[in-house]
């Protein structure tokens, strides 16, 4: 019989979103009248913009021609979204990014996740606590960890509590430390970084012959002008951070999918004999073996992001789950939910009401209001006594889902 990997038995049971799924959807099968809103996991729901639909029908009208086919692209991706995410995401904030430090990809979920195959697993992670999933039980599929406690804390991590107490700005490490994700503005919280909190992890990646995996998926939401949108913009970033970008939130590429990761030609990590290598080189090896590169009319579709016809459309989308996001924060004020986030992030964080536990919360809300949201504590122990709501909706749900919530709690 063929041997498992038998890492993934450390798993908890199931992957947090596909588990509240699996919660709603019994609950749906036996309260069928339900009108049950979904702001649990972070999907857009308004269409692509049209700048993007029409360059992704041209893309396709190119594929049906004989002369303007195209097969195989590079696995990277191809030069003129490279250098057009160049141009718009980085060299207009004064970052030095090269088009080929760009990898085009399907996701940031799965180039996180990827990103580990290049790296020993001796390596000593940190984590902060609450954080995206993916970085945890990619950790632990891949060996580096031991099993988890009763609260989910995986032995060998190295976990960084980000909670109220310490106005959601994690701790440096006490102890050394090789690898450290980093995502601002931050999911789940929705809280962001400043310049200074960046710098000090740069500087103490520097000192610590560390790499930082720097998430910022969300960076379109920013709109506080002194919250850095790359990690690039801080002094010393490109010799140890690799930065992941996704299409997903801001231009609606959830379904469609297309992302990107930088991985600076300066970073380096060492060997088993101590030699030092190219985490680029390696990075492009891994990407050129297991990957087959985006779609040529999805990646047309992405350039599209940045025409300005892209641009302003996607500057309205931004607007609107914004603004949803306002109307959840005011809304849950109102009532005197303790809130976080929700300025330069589609996500609002929130303190559980009545100290009931983030699942117990859960549950009040699915059946009571019939809502969903996250619950705190599935994103780490420290996410405890939390609860996160996403912005990604319609108004009218959001609008509902505000005076459900009011209703509820008066
Ligand atoms: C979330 O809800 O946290 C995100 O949608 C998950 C993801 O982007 O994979």
Not at 339 to 346: E, H, K, L, T
Request: proline letters at 5%; hydrophobic letters at 35%.
């Amino acid at each position: 019989m063929a041997q498992i990997n038998d890492h993934y038995l450390k798993l908890k049971a199931g992957y947090l979103f596909p588990e509240i799924g699996r919660r709603v959807k019994k609950y749906c099968e036996t309260h069928p009248d339900a009108n049950v809103i979904r702001l649990g996991i972070g999907d857009v729901t308004e269409p692509l913009p049209p700048a993007i639909v029409q360059a992704m029908h041209a893309a396709v009208d190119e594929m049906a021609s004989r002369d303007t086919f195209r097969g195989y692209g590079p696995e990277q991706g191809y030069d003129f979204l490279r250098q057009a995410i160049v141009d718009n995401c980085f060299a207009n904030r004064g970052c030095q990014v090269d088009a080929d430090e760009v990898f085009v990809s399907d996701g940031s979920k799965c180039d996180t996740g990827n990103i580990l195959d290049i790296f020993g697993n001796n390596n000593v992670v940190a984590i902060t606590d609450p954080v995206y999933p993916v970085y945890v039980d990619t950790n632990v599929m891949a060996g580096r960890t031991g099993q988890a406690d009763e609260s989910g804390r995986y032995a060998g991590l190295v976990y960084l509590p980000v909670t109220a107490e310490n106005n959601f700005v994690p701790e440096l490490p006490a102890q050394k430390v090789d690898l450290i994700y980093l995502c601002y503005p931050n999911n789940p919280t929705g809280t962001v970084a400043t310049k200074e909190t960046l710098q000090k992890w740069v500087d103490y990646a520097k000192s610590h012959d560390a790499i930082i995996f720097f998430d910022a998926a969300y960076e379109s939401f920013i709109s506080n002008p002194e919250i850095p949108h790359s990690i690039y913009e801080v002094e010393g970033a490109k010799d140890v951070a690799i930065e992941f970008r996704s299409f997903s939130k801001n231009a609606g590429f959830t379904g469609t999918r297309c992302a990107f990761t930088v991985v600076p030609k300066t970073l380096q990590g060492k060997s088993a004999d101590g030699s030092h290598h190219s985490i680029h080189a390696l990075w492009n090896r891994r990407h050129c073996t297991k990957f087959n590169g985006v779609s040529y009319p999805i990646q047309r579709g992405a350039e599209a992001a940045y025409s300005p016809e892209g641009k302003s459309q996607i500057a309205e989308l931004i607007a609107f789950y914004m603004q949803n996001a306002t109307l959840l924060r005011d809304g849950l004020q109102k009532v005197g939910i303790q809130v976080y986030g929700g300025q330069d992030a589609p996500y609002v964080w929130l303190k559980t009401p009545n100290n009931l536990t983030s699942w117990a919360f859960f549950d009040h809300l699915l059946e009571s209001s019939h809502l969903v949201g996250t619950p705190g504590s599935g994103f780490g122990a420290a996410g405890e006594g939390y609860f996160r709501l996403s912005a990604f909706n319609s108004r009218a749900n959001v609008e509902e889902a505000v005076d459900r919530i009011q209703k509820l709690l008066t």
